[in-house]
Nanobody
């Protein structure tokens, strides 16, 4: 059974930073894709960053240059370092992973949600102006 548990969310002022973590257990797909999604109130869930098995990363344009996705394979932890936060970054943030298909490039497209097989419960990020 795959379990993804996010942590690190909170409230911060614009321009601040947060680091989200996602502890993965039971995830054994070595060729898989892991990613971060977010969903603002009343909005669609969107993929914002992904990382594949060889460490290649993809970002949505709105977070490029401000957010960094990384993973610690030894500890099975996925991270999202978020800098220069803006009020429009306010959302519930979700960790996700696929079943080994590895279509990481699709995460930041309209097909991103459909690519993922496992989801965390989410962690709230609130950015005030």
């Amino acid at each position: 059974q795959v379990l993804l548990v996010e942590s690190g969310g909170g409230s911060v002022q614009a321009g601040g930073s947060l680091r989200l973590s996602c502890q993965a257990s039971g995830y054994t797909y070595t060729e898989g894709c892991m990613a971060w999604f977010r969903q603002a109130p009343g909005g669609e869930r969107e993929g914002i960053a992904s990382i594949d098995s060889d460490g290649s990363t993809t970002y949505r344009d709105s977070v490029k240059g401000r957010f960094t996705i990384s993973k610690d394979n030894a500890k099975n932890i996925l991270y999202l370092q978020m800098n220069s936060l803006k009020p429009e970054d306010t959302a519930m943030y979700y960790c996700a992973a696929d079943n080994g298909a590895g279509f990481c490039l699709a995460v930041v497209t309209a097909y991103g949600v459909a690519q993922m097989d496992f989801w965390g419960q989410g962690t709230q990020v609130t950015v005030s102006s």
